[in-house]
C-alpha cells in the first residue's frame, strides 16, 4: 500500500506540475498574535457528517469575538477528505482553512508532507494537560503538535437489557472475555435468533484493535518496531476465533449490516466507542431504554479494562491565508468546556478536553440507557487509555494485519503463523525491524 500511495502522489504531482502547480510550501508555526477583533475574514472547513455539524453550532460563540468572520463549513466524506488532501498537500493548492482528520490517519500525513501543516506547538503546550493524552500524542511529529485532539472515543460493551435479563445474566459479573463468552452462550440460548457480539470477519480490524489496545499494544511500538506478531496481538486474534468456535459471533462485514443487525435485534452486544450511543439513539429510538454499557473485557481479571475506537482532530494545512485566526476557531471549538459540551450533548461527540467533563451533565443518567450514568462512566475511562504508537506505515501494517485477520476467522489458518507472516511482510515492504 505504501508504494500504491506514493505511486498516486508521484502520478498527482507529475499531472498537476504539468498544470502549473503552486509552488512548496514551507513548514509555517501558529504564533498566537493579536488578532483585532473587526478582522474581515473568511474561514473555510472541511468535516463530515455529525462532526460538520457540531462545528457549525460553535460559530455563534465564534462570531461574538470576531463577527466580521464568516465561516463556512463544507461537508466532505471521509473518503473523498483523505483523496483531496493526498491532492491537496502535492499540488500545494485546493486545500481548506481547518480540516477534520481521524486521528490514527492523520499520523502518515506529516513524516510524507513535512511542510503539509501548521506547527500548532507553541500555541497549544499550555493546553496539553487538558487533553486526553492518547489523542494528543497522535497529533504529534518529531516532537510537534500538528492536530489538536477535538473527540475522544473510549470504548465498551453495548448490551441489551432485555436479553441479558431473558438469560438471567447480570453484565456486571462479566469481568474477563472468558466470562463473556460464557454470558453469551446462555443468552443465546434465552433469546433464539440473536448472536451475542458482531465482528467483521474480513473487512475491518475494529474489535482486534480495541482489543490490543487494551492490552497496551498495537502495530507498532514506541520505537518505530514492528509488533503485529506481539503477545498482545496473538491473543486478541485468539479471542475472536474463540468466539466463532464457541459459536457466539454474527459477521457483521459491513456498517450497514452492523446497523440492520443491531435493529432488527439479532445481535445481543455491539463492542465500539462512546459514539456508538448516537448511532443507537438515531438509528433505533424504539430500543429506547433496552441498552446499557459495561467497560470492555479483559483477558485476565484484575486488568485494565480500557480502550478507544475512532475519534477525530482539526489541523490547519500550510496552505490556509487565514491560519492565525483558523486556530482561534479551533481554540474556541474545541478547548472550551461549553462547546465540547454542547457537541457531545447534541451529536454525541465524547471530549478529549478533559476539563469538559466536569460539567454536571457528564454526571447524569441518560434515559436511552435506562437512566444509566454512561457518560460518567466513559469519561472515568479517557484518562486511562493506552497511547497507541503510530508511524507513516500504519496503513500499509493494517492492510497486512486485516489479511491475517481474515485468514484465520474465515480460513481457519493458525493465528500464530498468520501473524508471523505478517510481520516479515511489513518488514519487507517498509524496512522496518520486528520487536523482540
Given at each position: 500500500m505504501k508504494k500504491i500511495f506514493f505511486l498516486i502522489v508521484g502520478l498527482v504531482a507529475v499531472f498537476l506540475t504539468g498544470c502549473g502547480g503552486s509552488k512548496p510550501v514551507e513548514t509555517s508555526e501558529i504564533t498566537g498574535k493579536e488578532i483585532k477583533s473587526d478582522i474581515k475574514a473568511e474561514i473555510k472547513i472541511w468535516s463530515w457528517d455529525v462532526a460538520a455539524l457540531g462545528l457549525k453550532?460553535?460559530?455563534?460563540?465564534?462570531?461574538?469575538?470576531?463577527?466580521?468572520?464568516?465561516?463556512?463549513v463544507e461537508e466532505v466524506g471521509t473518503g473523498d477528505t483523505y483523496q483531496k488532501l493526498t491532492i491537496g498537500l502535492n499540488s500545494n493548492t485546493g486545500l481548506p482553512d481547518i480540516m477534520t482528520i481521524e486521528t490514527d490517519a492523520f499520523i502518515k500525513y506529516p513524516p510524507n508532507f513535512p511542510n503539509g501543516f501548521?506547527?500548532?506547538?507553541?500555541?497549544?503546550?499550555?493546553?496539553?494537560?487538558?487533553?486526553?493524552?492518547?489523542?494528543?500524542?497522535?497529533?504529534?511529529?518529531?516532537?510537534?503538535?500538528?492536530a489538536l485532539p477535538w473527540d475522544s472515543a473510549p470504548a465498551g460493551i453495548f448490551y441489551r437489557r432485555d436479553f441479558f435479563e431473558n438469560a438471567g445474566i447480570d453484565p456486571n459479573n462479566i469481568k474477563t472475555w472468558d466470562d463473556f463468552i460464557e454470558a453469551g452462550k446462555k443468552v443465546q440460548v434465552a433469546n433464539p435468533g440473536v448472536k451475542m457480539i458482531p465482528i467483521n470477519y474480513a473487512k475491518g480490524t475494529a474489535i482486534h484493535s480495541m482489543m490490543v489496545n487494551s492490552l497496551g499494544s498495537g502495530s507498532f511500538n514506541s520505537e518505530g518496531?514492528?509488533?503485529?506478531?506481539?503477545?498482545?496481538?496473538?491473543?486478541?486474534?485468539?479471542?475472536?476465533?474463540?468466539?466463532?468456535?464457541?459459536?457466539?459471533?454474527?459477521?457483521?462485514?459491513?456498517?450497514?449490516?452492523?446497523?440492520?443487525?443491531?435493529?432488527?435485534?439479532?445481535?445481543?452486544?455491539?463492542?465500539?466507542?462512546?459514539?456508538?450511543?448516537?448511532?443507537?439513539?438515531?438509528?433505533?429510538?424504539?430500543?429506547?431504554?433496552?441498552?446499557?454499557?459495561?467497560?470492555?473485557?479483559?483477558?485476565?481479571e484484575g486488568d485494565k479494562r480500557v480502550s478507544y475506537a475512532g475519534g477525530a482532530s482539526?489541523?490547519?494545512?500550510?496552505?490556509?491565508?487565514?491560519a492565525e485566526l483558523a486556530w482561534e476557531f479551533i481554540k474556541n471549538a474545541v478547548a472550551t468546556k461549553e462547546n465540547q459540551v454542547m457537541m457531545y450533548k447534541k451529536y454525541d461527540l465524547f471530549p478529549s478536553y478533559l476539563p469538559a467533563f466536569e460539567d454536571e451533565y457528564f454526571k447524569k443518567g441518560d434515559p436511552y440507557f435506562a437512566?444509566?450514568?454512561?457518560?460518567?462512566?466513559?469519561?472515568?475511562?479517557?484518562?486511562?487509555?493506552?497511547?497507541?504508537?503510530?508511524?507513516?506505515?500504519?496503513?500499509?501494517?493494517?492492510?497486512?494485519?486485516?489479511?491475517?485477520?481474515?485468514a484465520v476467522l474465515t480460513g481457519n489458518a493458525d493465528v500464530d503463523k498468520v501473524l508471523k507472516g505478517a510481520a516479515e511482510a511489513i518488514k519487507t515492504a517498509t524496512g522496518r525491524s520486528i520487536a523482540n
Open positions: 453550532d460553535t460559530i455563534p460563540s465564534f462570531n461574538e469575538k470576531y463577527p466580521n468572520v464568516k465561516v463556512i501548521y506547527d500548532l506547538t507553541k500555541v497549544s503546550t499550555d493546553l496539553k494537560n487538558d487533553f486526553d493524552p492518547s489523542k494528543w500524542q497522535l497529533g504529534m511529529y518529531e516532537n510537534k503538535l500538528y518496531e514492528i509488533t503485529v506478531a506481539d503477545k498482545s496481538n496473538i491473543k486478541a486474534l485468539k479471542m475472536q476465533k474463540k468466539f466463532i468456535d464457541e459459536d457466539i459471533s454474527y459477521n457483521a462485514d459491513s456498517w450497514n449490516t452492523l446497523v440492520i443487525a443491531t435493529k432488527n435485534n439479532e445481535v445481543a452486544t455491539v463492542l465500539y466507542g462512546g459514539w456508538w450511543g448516537g448511532t443507537l439513539k438515531d438509528q433505533m429510538p424504539e430500543q429506547n431504554g433496552k441498552w446499557g454499557v459495561i467497560p470492555i473485557p479483559s483477558f485476565e482539526l489541523a490547519i494545512p500550510s496552505q490556509s491565508k487565514n437512566g444509566q450514568k454512561v457518560s460518567e462512566l466513559f469519561a472515568d475511562m479517557v484518562p486511562l487509555i493506552n497511547k497507541k504508537y503510530g508511524t507513516e506505515d500504519d496503513s500499509e501494517a493494517s492492510d497486512y494485519l486485516l489479511d491475517a485477520q481474515a
